[in-house]
């Protein structure tokens, strides 16, 4: 079914930045890296965001933490933190921003529904107490001078959606932008979002809303903002081999236009030009570990594929390894175009690499 949108998006703000696209690039554990962001800005991407980040990481100076927040010029691009005190999560910003001014703005995650951010009193857990969620925002907000956005989600579980009582404690408390991801905690990234039970929410807030969850399509994008009223969509999953979802979402909400899916041909050629990066950022060991597990999804909803997903996630050992698989597949089905109904069956339900 094709879905229509009412509503213009194409420019709209968070705090003092101007936002030029309804395509926002959520962040991901494990894949939205320096390297992978800059691969995606070219295909539309109006803002993107880092994996998230510990508060506590940045405080304690972990040499880990540290390579989150260390990137070049790519506007806008946040960094996402997660933490459960104000104050650890208000320092952490201020040292990152003092690390790295090229950050230019900070979102706050108060959705993740991982078990080990919740033990440690972050993520979807500080949704269960709305004036802690103003607290946090309202003390990082007098600790830096860059726009403030926070990521939630509809509550807990279907008995305690409470995401307006949280929306109104950050609105109150200077919010610059809030995502909602449609979906409670207990449900973590299962079933389908609800997306009818924010509709039109953009209409009873103060600050830019984003969406959040299952952007595997256009469709999905058009349904998404047209139900809600929402600035932008968040693309996570969805796009994780699939970067010209964003260009689809880009020109249709500028243009009304509906591109056509990407053929396997294509796919490949941007299969290659992300992993140049990635070696090039993480170097040939590491480089290649994390290709195993995002070069096959440039292929899924590819007819026939199963056998070179197999092959690229178990046989990557080299660069040179991964384009002769690869051009195999475009010497045999490179005309075809990706099917986005077979990549969103690809991908499992529990993965919690997805956006947070």
Known sequence: MKYSCKYDV????????????????????????????????????????????????????????????DFDKNYPTGVQLFGHEAEDLAKAASIAL????????????????????????????????PVKCGE?????????????????????????????DVIEELESAGVDAITVHARTKIEKYAGSPHYDVIADLQDDMTVPLIVSGNIYSLDDAVRAVGITGAKAVMVAR?????????????RYF??????????????????????EMILDEKGEDAGIRKLRSIAPKFIAGCHRSREYRLR???????????????????????????????RRTYYSLDDCSDDC
């Open 312 to 342: 690229l996630a178990t046989q990557t050992v080299s660069m040179e390894n991964m384009v002769s698989i690869l051009d195999e597949l475009d010497w045999k089905m490179g005309m075809e175009r990706i099917n986005s109904d077979g």
């Open 136 to 164: 946090i925002i309202r003390r990082m907000k007098q600790s830096v001078d860059v726009p403030i956005t926070a990521k939630i989600r509809l509550g807990w579980d279907s008995d305690h959606m409470n995401y307006r």
């Open 98 to 129: 003092e690390t790295n001014p090229n950050i230019d703005f900070f979102d706050v995650n108060m959705g993740c529904p991982v078990h080990k951010i919740q033990r440690s009193g972050a993520g979807a857990i500080l949704m269960k107490d």
């Open 254 to 275: 500028r243009t009304g236009e509906r591109l056509e899916n990407p053929t396997v041909h294509e796919q490949v050629e941007w299969c290659i030009r992300l992993a």
């Open 10 to 69: 194409s420019m709209w703000n968070i705090g003092d930045i101007r936002v030029d696209g309804a395509a926002v690039l959520g962040p991901m554990s494990g894949f939205t890296f320096k390297s992978y962001r800059e691969f995606m800005k070219p295909f539309g991407v109006a803002v993107s965001y880092s994996e998230m980040t510990s508060a506590v990481g940045i405080v304690n100076d972990d040499g880990h933490t540290s390579a989150y927040v």
């Open 238 to 250: 969805g796009g994780v081999g699939n970067p010209f979802l964003v260009t689809q979402i880009d």
